[in-house]
């Protein structure tokens, strides 16, 4: 499943074929979304927000299209008029004079009004964005020493989205190599070194794959060029120490680690 940088990522595409373009035509394949249909034309999309994995689009009328791709959901821009042939099912068509965005197989779709977005289940439960500028590395070191928070394992920490929206499973297992913890480790055990550390690490590796559009350089590392240095690598040598990465299973997920400095 895509993480927080590749959902924001696929956001600024949709953002860059369509955000400030009268609306020339909208479908949406759930009836109960239909009749918003005509109250979209002429309308713009002002913005596209990510909270985690889910995806809020907002119109200039004050509604906001809610949309979680969870496993099979997908958007693609096509030109206007396109319809390219898919084996997937078309859910939303949001059309301009000259681009259209698709969302594909997903499911889980809602149009919202400014009051039901604020009381939205899912958009309560989640914590805060880590690709969210405006979070900073003490209000995350905050979170990690709550009451609700400190006493978890980080192998399951890192992967609910009610602690920090947008992390998953490749970011957790770089976030705590680059962070030189185990896994089983929790915040109520850490210094506060280590805190600093590893509050740091939350939002600069997320951030560091967004920016750099997630590429991959196995050989070497470029400056701030994002690379991974345990994700996929089992059997290989550590770069900090020279020991073997090793892979696991935790919280259900592949879990890819150095024993040798991940204490």
């Known amino acids: ?104 197989s997903a499911s889980d779709i809602e149009m919202l009004t400014a009051d039901q977005l604020a009381q939205h289940p899912f958009l309560l439960r989640v914590g805060p964005d880590v690709l969210d500028m405006t979070l900073t590395a003490e209000a995350v070191k905050e979170r990690l020493l709550s009451t609700r928070f400190r006493r978890r394992q980080f192998s399951g920490l890192l992967l609910d989205q009610a602690f920090l929206a947008g992390l998953g499973n490749y970011l957790r297992v770089e976030i705590l190599w680059h962070s030189a913890l185990a896994p089983n480790h929790k915040a109520a055990e850490l210094t506060d070194e280590q805190l600093n550390t590893l509050a740091g690490a939350l939002l600069v590796i997320p951030r560091l794959s967004y920016t750099t559009r997630g590429r991959v350089n196995e050989k070497r590392h470029h400056g701030a060029l994002f690379s991974f240095k345990v994700f996929h690598r089992a059997g290989k040598k550590c ?11 935790l919280s259900s997920r592949p879990f890819y680690w150095c024993p040798g400095c991940q204490k």
């Open 1 to 104: 499943m895509p993480e927080g940088p590749e959902i924001r990522r696929a956001a600024d595409n949709l953002e860059k074929a369509i955000k400030g373009k009268p609306l020339t035509d909208a479908w949406f394949a759930f009836p109960q979304l239909q009749s918003f249909a005509p109250d979209l034309i002429g309308e713009t999309v002002d913005t596209i927000e990510t909270r985690g994995k889910a995806l809020l689009t907002h119109f200039s009328n004050g509604l906001t299209l809610y949309s979680h791709n969870q496993l099979y959901g997908i958007w693609r821009v096509v030109n206007a008029a396109e319809n390219p042939q898919s084996t997937r099912i078309l859910r939303v068509r949001l059309q301009t004079e000259d681009k259209a965005i698709l969302l594909y």
């Open 239 to 249: 770069e900090r120490c020279g020991g073997v990465i090793e892979k696991t299973t």
